[in-house]
């Protein structure tokens, strides 16, 4: 087994249901749910509300948690200037709303920001963040899901991300456009893994 990474993330929606995705880098990376990892002795809940609000400027109100999942890195595969296998990660995942119409803060740089339908992502979003979009939509809570990463895309920033990068744009004053849906496999999507729990199901998000 691969060292593994405690992290979080979260599916933040507005007031219409669009849901907050953030692009990070240059190029062709994917988009990602807003998140990061957790510091030393840090809660998952605390962990969120600091990373979401320092990567994208907005302060949110957390609503319940929609599962924990492990992002699986392809086996015996090193990451660039890595030696070993790139690590486990284990993302804690949570509903959450934005508080509020505007950002709180403008947001520094290191990600593109852009508000997206739930029913029809982009293409270019890494396995994490489809997996718990769907299962946001369809109110599940306490979901238990293995997540296979898809090579040279990141599911989460590293931890400078939001201290380096380009110039990004308030979320508010971007609006996402989605493009056509194309078979799993075109995405360079992998398949779910083998353990998918649900504990309870919530209405799906408006």
Known sequence: MSALTWAVAAVVTDDTGRVLLCRQGR??????????????????????LRDIRAETGWDIELVDLIGVYHLIGPPGEAAAGRVGPRPDVLVHVFRARAAGARPAAAPPPGC???????????EAVTPLTRAAVTDARAGRSGVLQDVACVPDTL????????????????????????GTGQPPEQRGEAADGPLRRTRRSRGPLA
């Open 155 to 178: 599911d989460l920033p590293p931890p400078s991300a939001t201290l380096a990068g380009h110039k990004g744009q308030p979320a508010a004053d971007q609006v996402g456009r989605s």
């Open 112 to 122: 593109r920001l852009s508000w997206h339908s739930p029913d029809v992502l982009p």
């Open 27 to 48: 190029g062709e990376r994917r988009y990602a749910l807003p998140g990061g990892r957790l510091r030393p002795a840090e809660s998952p809940v605390r962990a969120a």
